[in-house]
């Protein structure tokens, strides 16, 4: 059975620091690019960030370059998307994706706001 988990989401002020986690079981982690989306409310969920299978190529999407840094640990199935000087437009809910089928997390919410 394929789980992708998200957690680390919750409310921070503007200009704060969040850090996502995401485990992975059911497939071969390790072989799969992994990548972070995310979705607010009436709009289709858009890619912020993605990671090659050894970690080495990462991209971003031009909003969040330079705040976010994605990262993987292969020994351990889990994806990281940190996230710093956070802006309320960052506020949505943050899903995982990846493995051969692209499966989905259950996502986690992310609010920025003073």
């Known amino acids: 059975q394929v789980r992708l988990v998200e957690s680390g989401g919750g409310t921070v002020r503007p200009g704060g620091s969040l850090k996502l986690s995401c485990v992975v079981s059911?497939?071969?982690?390790?072989?799969?690019?992994m990548r972070w989306f995310r979705q607010t409310p009436g709009n289709e969920r858009e890619e912020v960030a993605s990671?090659?299978?050894?970690?080495?190529?990462?991209n971003y999407a031009d909003s969040v370059k330079g705040r976010f840094t994605i990262s993987r640990d292969n020994t351990k199935s889990t994806m990281y998307l940190e996230m710093n000087n956070l802006k309320p437009e960052d506020t949505a809910d943050y899903y995982c994706?990846?493995?051969?089928?692209?499966?989905w997390g259950q996502g986690t919410q992310v609010t920025v706001s003073s």
């Open positions: 059911g497939f071969t982690f390790s072989a799969y690019t």
């Open positions: 994706r990846g493995g051969g089928r692209g499966w």
């Open positions: 990671i090659s299978p050894d970690g080495r190529t990462t």
